[in-house]
């Protein structure tokens, strides 16, 4: 059987795109490292596939942007916006074109058809499909989520953030709080619920002591989630996007309650309707558009300059106060 990079990475101990660089990057630094994968790739006798490395003379023009899911995607806004920067970046040079890693059939990703991929993560699955490009030595960024590989990483800190957003609540007071997380399986998921817990704690509080209810980051599962928790006697509402936020905004109307007089609401996203709808809801922003584009920009540098940079790279998520929080302490 023929050696594959994946072999070679494995060997040395380190990443299939640092192994594409060391055998077919002319540009790679001259390093130990470099010398030694060179080594290890002709001992176990590694022959590079010349058609493949025929074919990706010639570009495509051609950009992948994957995300981890479409059909159950949080909200439309989010592929738009994501599109939208990409597109604001790469201009009429390059086609793009969008797929969910969960349709994706491994082994079919042809490294011909393709310059280079953006990869939305939100889920651990997404590794295998990732582990995939690399192998395949198709150039990668991934955005919106921290992945511990050797590419360009492009996200904010959304547990920090949902900390300012708990904070917001109780610096005004609040102690009656629920919560509408979203879908267990997701990072962003996990990385809010850790933020908020920080936060009670923070302020010397029991994060266990709050009802929480689970909704899909669609507006339907925030009415839902909201009618359940207002069974209890809350004066605030912490919600993990916007869109569960106006959907628990409905439900406490549905019951006679008003927000912010009787029931102060929080969202995550700056959602596009936040600030223009008769809701003006108080927010975290997290720029999308901006964290695509970074991305897009990071990826155009590798295709058009040979500039690798593989930085972590965190982008500001900052708190929005509208009209949706009532001051207790007043």
Same mark, same amino acid.
């Given at each position: 059987?023929?050696?594959?990079?994946?072999? /070679?990475?494995?060997?040395?101990?380190?990443?299939?795109?640092?192994?594409?660089?060391? $055998?077919?990057?002319?540009?790679?630094? *001259?390093?130990?490292?470099?010398?030694? +994968?060179?080594?290890?790739?002709?001992?176990?006798?590694?022959? =590079?596939?010349?058609?493949? +490395?025929? $074919?990706?003379?010639?570009?495509?023009?051609?950009?992948?942007?994957?995300?981890?899911?479409?059909?159950?995607?949080?909200?439309?806004?989010?592929?738009?916006?994501?599109?939208?920067?990409?597109?604001?970046?790469?201009?009429? *040079?390059?086609?793009? +074109?969008?797929?969910? !890693?969960?349709?994706?059939?491994?082994?079919?990703? &042809?490294?011909?058809?393709?310059?280079?991929?953006?990869?939305?993560?939100?889920?651990?699955?997404?590794?295998?499909?990732?582990?995939?490009? %690399?192998?395949?030595?198709?150039?990668?960024?991934? !955005?919106?989520?921290?992945?511990? %590989?050797?590419? =360009?990483?492009?996200?904010?800190?959304?547990?920090?953030?949902? #900390? *300012?957003?708990?904070?917001? $609540?109780?610096? &005004?007071?609040?102690?009656?709080?629920?919560?509408? #997380?979203?879908?267990?399986?997701?990072?962003?998921?996990?990385?809010?619920?850790?933020?908020?817990?920080?936060?009670?704690?923070?302020?010397?509080?029991?994060?266990?002591?709050?009802?929480?209810?689970?909704?899909?980051?669609?507006?339907?599962?925030?009415?839902?989630?909201?009618?359940?928790?207002?069974?209890?006697?809350?004066?605030?509402?912490?919600?993990?996007?916007?869109?569960?936020?106006?959907?628990?905004?409905?439900?406490?109307?549905? /019951?006679?309650? *008003?927000?912010?007089?009787?029931?102060?609401?929080?969202?995550?996203?700056?959602?596009?309707?936040?600030?223009?709808?008769?809701?003006?809801?108080?927010? /975290?922003?997290?720029?999308?558009?901006?964290?695509?584009?970074?991305?897009?920009? +990071?990826? $155009?540098?590798?295709?058009?300059?040979?500039?690798?940079?593989?930085?972590? /790279?965190?982008?500001?998520?900052?708190? !929005?106060?509208?009209?949706?929080?009532?001051?207790? &302490?007043?």
């Amino acid at each position: 059987m023929a050696v594959t990079i994946k072999d /070679v990475a494995k060997k040395a101990g380190v990443s299939y795109s640092t192994v594409s660089r060391a $055998l077919n990057d002319p540009n790679a630094d *001259k390093s130990d490292k470099k010398k030694r +994968i060179l080594k290890i790739a002709e001992e176990m006798g590694y022959v =590079p596939n010349q058609a493949a +490395i025929q $074919l990706k003379m010639s570009r495509s023009y051609v950009i992948g942007l994957y995300f981890s899911t479409i059909s159950k995607m949080s909200s439309p806004f989010v592929l738009h916006d994501v599109l939208t920067g990409v597109y604001s970046v790469v201009g009429s *040079k390059y086609n793009v +074109i969008v797929k969910g !890693i969960d349709m994706h059939e491994p082994g079919t990703l &042809n490294p011909s058809f393709l310059d280079g991929i953006i990869v939305l993560t939100q889920k651990d699955d997404d590794l295998e499909f990732m582990d995939e490009v %690399l192998n395949k030595g198709i150039p990668m960024v991934a !955005i919106c989520r921290t992945v511990f %590989l050797d590419v =360009p990483n492009v996200t904010t800190d959304e547990a920090g953030a949902m #900390e *300012k957003a708990m904070d917001c $609540l109780l610096e &005004n007071g609040h102690r009656r709080i629920g919560i509408i #997380e979203g879908n267990s399986n997701l990072d962003s998921t996990r990385l809010r619920h850790r933020g908020w817990r920080a936060s009670m704690t923070k302020h010397g509080l029991d994060p266990d002591s709050l009802p929480v209810e689970h909704g899909t980051y669609r507006y339907a599962s925030g009415y839902q989630a909201a009618k359940r928790l207002l069974e209890q006697d809350l004066t605030a509402i912490l919600s993990f996007n916007d869109e569960m936020a106006f959907g628990a905004r409905e439900a406490v109307t549905e /019951v006679g309650l *008003k927000v912010p007089e009787d029931v102060s609401l929080v969202g995550f996203d700056n959602w596009d309707l936040s600030g223009y709808a008769n809701m003006k809801l108080t927010t /975290v922003e997290r720029n999308m558009g901006e964290i695509a584009r970074e991305g897009t920009r +990071i990826l $155009l540098r590798r295709l058009e300059d040979g500039i690798i940079d593989n930085r972590r /790279v965190y982008l500001e998520n900052r708190l !929005i106060i509208r009209e949706t929080v009532k001051n207790l &302490n007043a």
